[in-house]
């Protein structure tokens, strides 16, 4: 993909996630919950422009440096998210102010990082950042489904059953 291709597709999928998280919404461990994040790795690694050829070395330092943001910002947005069971087991979630604070912290320590890029000459393509943010998601959904598997081996009472069981 291009890269003003790639930054049309962060920005929908951003924009897609963002809505999402602080909206309240049910948990559904059932979902393939890493095909998102799975898709977004695929796209950007596929086209072979992930390094700046002209400096590789400091373009792969840059990355690692990218990859270890997006870790670290997948487990704010997963640890700052309101993750709660109601009384039949279900479990949901929701965005804090915090979890806002994550995403600018996470802007901002990004943006830094394509600044450094910069000032050294290094070129980083929307592919870096696609897989960065592909990484966030994927650790954030990973520890939104442990924390609810938590919650839901804590749940005393009746097995809450899928909607779709109600109907029989």
């Known amino acids: 993909m291009s890269g003003f291709t790639d930054v049309l597709v962060i920005v929908a999928v951003a924009a897609l996630v963002l809505v999402r998280q602080f909206r309240t919404e049910r948990l559904s461990t059932d979902r393939r919950w890493w095909l998102l994040p799975g898709l977004l790795g695929f796209l950007a690694l596929r086209d072979g422009s992930l390094t700046d050829p002209h400096h590789p070395t400091g373009s792969v330092a840059l990355i690692v440096v990218e990859l270890l943001v997006s870790l670290g910002l997948g487990v704010g947005w997963a640890f700052t998210t309101h993750v709660w069971s109601d009384e039949r087991g279900g479990v949901w ?5 915090a979890t806002a604070g994550t995403w600018l912290g996470g802007i901002a320590a990004r ?5 450094v890029g910069l000032a050294l000459g290094i070129h980083l ?6 897989l960065g943010f592909a990484l ?3 650790v954030r959904s990973g520890l939104l489904m442990w924390r609810a598997g938590g919650l839901r081996s804590a749940y005393v009472g009746p097995l809450a059953q899928p909607a779709w069981e109600d109907r029989r």
């Not at 979630?93 to 102010?97: F, H, L, N, P």
């Not at 943006?111 to 600044?115: G, H, L, M, N, P």
């Not at 393509?125 to 696609?130: D, H, K, P, Q």
């Open 136 to 138: 966030s998601l994927l």
């Open 111 to 115: 943006a830094a990082v394509i600044s």
């Open 93 to 97: 979630t929701k965005g804090t102010v």
């Open 125 to 130: 393509g929307g592919s870096a950042l696609m």
